[in-house]
């Protein structure tokens, strides 16, 4: 009798103990496993696009810096880039592993459309301070070009018209001279527009720095005609691009027009003209290639120490700048510093007048999203 209850009194405390383990080891499996699980890149497009093959060439030198873990990316693609960024918003940033590629286009769909993603609420893990270069057709001297459209080339249409069409203008007049001297084509993939350009039925085009080389770079009857310049989010300013100097559009204006567009002598619609064309190109340039991941997300620190390391590695950085051209990588909080920058950049008049423009003159279906404005004023407010 005595061994049956001191069996029983074993058992009674031996059952919860292993319940206890058990429940532990399930645990620290689980633990175990999702950290080893690879990191997903998130990008908008299908693949061979701009932005998953500058996501394939960081992802090569990214890889060896992630602890083991394996990188997979994910395509998403939808009209306009636009689903595969509003879906890693509404879910797929609730799961820890999956990052967001986004490029230019998401920036400025951001700013004038209705979309679902909002850059406010994730973490910078880094992004690459890129250009848009703008090429085009030996022999054509660029008074009347031919250039496809979309909302991903608004700020070059902002640019031709400032460089065409001069200073002191309204913006009736912008759109008019616009008219008169672009022909913007519309419904062109960015296949075909590359080879409307090489068969010479668009004689100017624009690249991302990896696909100016890879496209137009190779094309011995292209040539470069301007580029947007580089965003530094310190000063608010563009500056030249290293890779591409002299050619800065505000160079090429002063050159022909004997002023710059911000000139203090220009009249206010001219002024807010340039404005708009600074807000969507910094837009578009500031986040051209940049890592998000949602706020909280316990991966960040791994993923910005990764990218860092990645940008210290010289191998590393001269293989993607054999690729891509030698930028700037802006890593970690800087990056949110960029981002905050660029909301700094919107403001009412400026924003109605991009708007404006985009409806009436590109055939856009723009809004105005007047919490851009109002959460812009609230935290200038708080700032001073």
């Known amino acids: 009798m005595k061994n049956i209850l001191r069996t029983v009194l074993k058992l009674m405390i031996i059952i919860p103990l292993l319940g206890v383990i058990g429940i532990y080891s399930v645990d620290l499996f689980e633990k175990h496993f999702k950290e080893n699980e690879p990191i997903v890149l998130v990008v908008p497009q ?7 093959v500058w996501a394939q060439i960081v ?37 820890d592993n999956h990052v967001m590629v986004s490029h230019g286009g998401n920036g400025v769909s951001f700013l004038q459309e209705n979309v679902d993603y909002d850059y406010r609420d994730y973490e910078s893990v880094g992004l690459m301070n890129l250009n848009i270069i703008v090429g085009k057709l030996k022999g054509t001297d660029g008074n009347n070009p ?20 001069g ?28 080879l409307a350009f090489k068969r010479g039925e668009l004689n100017a085009t624009r690249e991302n720095p990896a696909a100016y080389k890879k496209h137009v770079e190779s094309n011995e009857e292209a040539e470069l005609w301007f580029h947007h310049g580089i965003l530094d989010w310190v000063s608010g300013k563009h500056l030249d691009d290293p890779n591409y100097p002299g050619f800065q559009l505000e160079e090429l204006y002063f050159q022909r027009w004997g002023m710059y567009p911000d000139d203090p002598m220009m009249k206010p619609e001219a002024k807010e003209f340039y404005a708009a064309y600074k807000l969507v190109k910094s837009w578009r ?8 991941v949602n706020k909280g997300n316990p991966n960040l620190e791994l993923l910005r120490t990764a990218l860092q390391n990645m940008a210290n590695d010289p191998e590393a950085m001269a293989a993607i700048e ?9 890593i970690g909080e800087a990056g949110n510093q960029q981002r905050d920058a660029l909301f700094r950049l919107i403001g009412n008049s400026t924003l109605n007048t991009l708007v404006f423009f985009n409806n009436y003159v590109l055939g856009l279906t723009s809004v105005f999203k007047p919490d851009l404005v109002l959460d812009n004023l609230i935290e200038n407010q708080e700032q001073i």
């Open 46 to 52: 299908k693949p061979g696009s701009g932005t998953s």
């Open 59 to 95: 992802a090569e030198q990214l890889g060896p810096y992630l602890e083991g873990r394996d990188i997979i990316i994910k395509h998403i693609p939808g009209a306009r880039d636009i689903p595969g960024f509003n879906e890693f918003h509404n879910t797929l940033r609730y799961d």
């Open 146 to 165: 031919s250039f496809a459209a979309g909302s991903g080339m608004v700020p070059e249409a902002y640019a031709i018209t400032l460089l065409l069409c």
């Open 167 to 194: 200073p002191n203008m309204t913006l009736e007049e912008y759109g008019q001279c616009f008219v008169d001297h672009v022909t913007w084509v519309n419904g062109m993939s960015g296949s075909e527009r590359r």
């Open 285 to 292: 340039d500031g986040v051209q290639k940049a890592l998000w």
């Open 322 to 330: 054999a690729k891509v051209g030698k930028y700037e990588w802006v």
